[in-house]
Nanobody
Framework: QVQLVESGGGLVQAGGSLRLSCAAA????????MAWFRRAPGKDLEFVTG??????????SDADFVKGRFTISRDNAENRVYLQMNSLKPEDTAVYYC????????????????WGQGAQVTVSS
């Protein structure tokens, strides 16, 4: 059974930083592209950033609204993916989800087979 478990969320002031972690189990982690999505209050789930599986080159792709602020990384030995969030803004307040896809990166939620339960990130002004 595949499990993705996020951790590291919390409350932070604008301009601050947080690091989310997603621990994966039950899959060959290095073979999966991993992504972070978020759902802000009253909005749809949206792609934040992702990192490709080894076979697809391990490159990353970011949504425009996080370029230069958020960084995704992965540790294939530890079966973890991380999201380092810097210069946080109140509009970054959302529940953040990690997701796994057995192919290259995609931005559509329907392309991801496995999802974590989410981690709340709240940025105060």
């Amino acid at each position: 059974q595949v499990q993705l478990v996020e951790s590291g969320g919390g409350l932070v002031q604008a301009g601050g930083s947080l690091r989310l972690s997603c621990a994966a189990a039950g899959l060959t982690f290095s073979s999966y592209s991993m992504a972070w999505f978020r759902r802000a209050p009253g909005k749809d789930l949206e792609f934040v950033t992702g990192i490709r599986a080894i076979r697809w080159g391990s490159g990353t792709s970011d949504a425009d609204f996080v370029k230069g602020r958020f960084t995704i990384s992965r540790d294939n030995a530890e079966n973890r993916v991380y999201l380092q969030m810097n210069s946080l803004k109140p509009e970054d307040t959302a529940v953040y989800y990690c997701a796994a896809r057995g192919g290259t990166l995609a931005t559509a939620t329907s392309e991801y087979a496995y999802w974590g339960q989410g981690a709340q990130v709240t940025v105060s002004s």
